[in-house]
């Protein structure tokens, strides 16, 4: 058996998540450390080098590193070396983040948008053929999109495809986190959520949120919500594929039924609304981590 490792690395918001994962996708050593505090800390980039660095010290004993592979929740440009704009996360925008880590770390680094990472791990775990078009949608703090097409991501001009949570909610006020207004991630996702459960909600828990009012009016229109994103990457892709996940679907109540009807009602009959394959992936916290590592031993 080979030692080679890959360092994945999940970044989020809220917390980074690191594991060394080898050749049959096992995490090992998996620990988190709070990126909101290198954020914070004037130099997010050192922050998170020296993190990784005493991390090493601490886990990679004998094991090969071949390279560090890190998600970030970013727009990311098309050679996917700089850092367009991260709303949760300051101190990256315009760095070259694979030439910091080479020169703070001396591993070779890749980087990729996080969602494109996790429909990797999807589309790997379930055997998902590779020609044609698959996508993901990732409902979380906000809506994470990716797609591959015959076996590549697809990324875009610019690399900023799959940018599916700014779609325009038709009259929407709300201001996004990305400067514009009206962004249907403002209304489909955790913010969203948040939201309804202060306003509408305050005595249940945030995780009982659809156990205990899933069909009320105001949850019932942030799922709709929800299926106006879906279907209309379905109506734009007819994909052969589509995953859907995300820690908002996995919450306790959440009413899959009613949003896989909802995507049907808005999307195109008799195609592809008759012959949608649209399939939910499962959340747990190393699955960023090992989609990472996947995209470097694939
Ligand atoms: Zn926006």
Redesign the pocket.
């Known amino acids: 058996m080979t030692k080679d490792y890959v360092l994945g690395l999940d970044i989020g918001g809220t917390n980074v998540r690191m594991g060394l994962v080898d050749r049959s996708y096992k995490a090992h050593c998996v620990e988190v450390v709070s990126s909101r505090a290198m954020s914070g800390s004037g130099n997010t980039i050192k922050a998170l080098t020296d993190s990784i660095r005493d991390y090493l010290k601490r886990n990679a004993g004998d094991k090969e590193i071949i390279a560090v592979s890190a998600g970030f929740p970013s727009v990311i440009d098309r050679d996917r070396k700089k850092i367009f704009s991260s709303t949760n996360l300051t101190g990256i925008d315009g760095v070259d983040v694979p030439n910091e880590f080479f020169k703070a770390l001396n591993i070779k680094t890749v980087i990729e948008h996080d969602a494109y990472y996790l429909l990797l791990y999807d589309m790997i775990s379930n055997k998902i053929e590779t020609e044609g078009a698959v996508m993901g949608i990732y409902f979380g703090t906000g809506l994470g999109n990716a797609m591959y097409i015959n076996g590549r991501p697809y990324i875009g001009k610019h690399g900023t495809a799959c940018e599916l949570?700014?779609l325009a909610v038709p009259g929407g006020t709300r201001k996004?986190?990305?400067?514009?207004t009206g962004?249907i991630?403002?209304y489909s996702c955790g913010k969203a959520l948040e939201r309804i459960a202060e306003e509408k909600y305050p005595e249940t828990e945030l995780s009982d949120i659809f156990l205990m009012h899933a069909d009320d009016a105001e949850m019932d229109s942030f799922v709709d919500h929800m299926a106006i994103a879906v279907s209309a990457e379905l109506n734009i892709m007819d994909p052969d594929c589509m995953f859907i996940g995300g820690g908002l679907v996995n919450m306790k109540g959440f009413p899959k039924e009613k949003l896989l009807s909802y995507v049907y009602e808005h999307t195109r009959k008799p195609y592809p609304a008759d012959d949608l394959n649209i399939k939910f992936s499962d959340n747990f916290p190393e699955k960023g981590i090992i989609g990472a590592a996947m995209a470097v031993f694939n």
Not at 176 to 180: H, I, L, R
């Open positions: 949570g700014h996004c986190s990305c400067g514009n962004c991630e403002m």
